[in-house]
């Protein structure tokens, strides 16, 4: 397992409840590619202060892999394409395969910037999730002594 993923999975067996969850929340779905791609664009660039989907999947998950390509070295468009990304918590994230000319639109846009819109609460999310401190380093063999032997 790669090591982003076991810090997601154990992140998530571990913390069962959060705060961005959508059981409580009003959220808008758009469905016209335009208006999707014009939203996503648009939650890099300003606080959005309500829940736009499908446009938030997309933004969320191109942030993801950027940032799990540069911090982990998977490949970008991979990431994209694993269904599990988002840890499956996301009704509306589709592969980049599935929606490749919404998904270059939106990427084509990036901001140079990621402390502007929405960019810094996601990263939070990011930091807590995927870069979850699990205390194990999935490099090193362990060995008996580890364990008192």
């Known amino acids: 397992m790669k090591e982003w993923k076991l810090k997601q999975e154990v992140y998530h067996r571990l913390n069962t409840t959060h705060k961005d969850t959508l059981a409580d929340k ?3 779905l758009i469905w016209k590619e335009d208006d999707i791609v014009d939203w996503a664009i648009r939650h890099w660039n300003e606080k959005v202060d309500r829940f736009v989907y499908p446009a938030k999947s997309y933004c969320v998950a191109i942030c993801y892999a950027k940032w799990i390509e540069r ?17 499956g918590n996301d009704d509306y994230f589709e592969v980049y395969d599935k929606t490749p000319h919404i998904y ?22 990011y930091e ?5 401190d699990t205390g194990i380093n999935i490099n090193n063999t362990i060995t008996g002594e580890n364990y008192g032997n």
């Not at 911090?71 to 840890?87: A, K, S, T």
């Open 26 to 28: 009003e959220i808008s």
């Open 104 to 125: 270059n639109k939106i990427i084509s846009a990036y901001p140079k910037d990621e402390n502007s819109g929405m960019i810094p609460d996601i990263r939070g999310y």
């Open 71 to 87: 911090d982990y070295g998977d490949n970008f468009y991979e990431l994209l394409n694993d269904p599990m990304l988002l840890y």
């Open 128 to 132: 807590k999730e995927i870069k979850y």
